[in-house]
């Protein structure tokens, strides 16, 4: 019995710091509008921020991306260590000079929104595709039904995660507004992508959140840079 009272103890504290650990970890995601006759040059500033950045201290994973139908438009999902790395790396003179030199060329603001991990898998490794398809989708939940959200959420990840041709699918929640959350998708290929869309636990997904969104399901479709 003393033993099994320590193996249990044991057991417990090592969920402990590992759940622990899973909270340090910060993530940024962010939204960058450039005007259509920019684009171009948008992307070229993004493409060097990526080569500097992945040689960042701190950094666990770093993915740019450009919008599929709206090509002007690019989204940068960054992982770090922890909060206070994605903030140095914020405050360096390069990050600085990089969003200065994009700021003209915007339609809006540089858009950078903070999260947790709701529900991921590995923040390393081998989980991102240079030709896969990325789905970003910015969730917004009443805040009467948060916690049932935030519920539903978790299950979705759980089962997507399972699914054939998924290399990623994480729930951010973001630090600021926790009824907010981002999943943040990447598959081999649209048609594993419309595979999940049209699974069952999917469909019931979308339609639990339904009557507890706060706005439209806004899904939107990348492709690394």
Known sequence: ????????????????????????????????????????????????????????????????LQRVDRTNHFAIVAVWKDGKAAETHASESQTKEFRS??????????????????????????????????AVTHVDIIPPKKDDGLAAIKLLSE??????????????????????????????SEEDLERHETAPHTREFRELLLPMSGSLYDQRLYRPL
């Open 1 to 64: 019995m003393p033993s099994l009272l320590l193996f249990t103890c044991a057991a417990m504290l090592l969920f402990s710091s590992q759940w622990a650990k899973a909270q340090e970890v910060a993530f940024t995601v962010t939204y960058i509008e450039a005007t259509p006759s920019a684009k171009a040059e948008a992307a070229g500033l993004l493409k060097q921020y990526s080569d500097n950045t992945s040689l960042q201290a701190g950094l666990m994973r770093l993915d740019v």
């Open 101 to 134: 030199k994009l700021q003209p060329l915007l339609i809006g603001p540089y858009d950078e929104r903070p999260h947790v991990g709701l529900s991921v898998g590995p923040a390393t490794g081998a989980t991102t595709s240079a030709s896969g398809l990325y």
């Open 159 to 188: 089962h997507s995660r399972k699914e054939p041709g998924t290399l990623r699918y994480e729930a951010l929640q973001q630090n600021s507004r926790p009824n907010h959350v981002r999943l943040v998708e990447v598959w081999n």
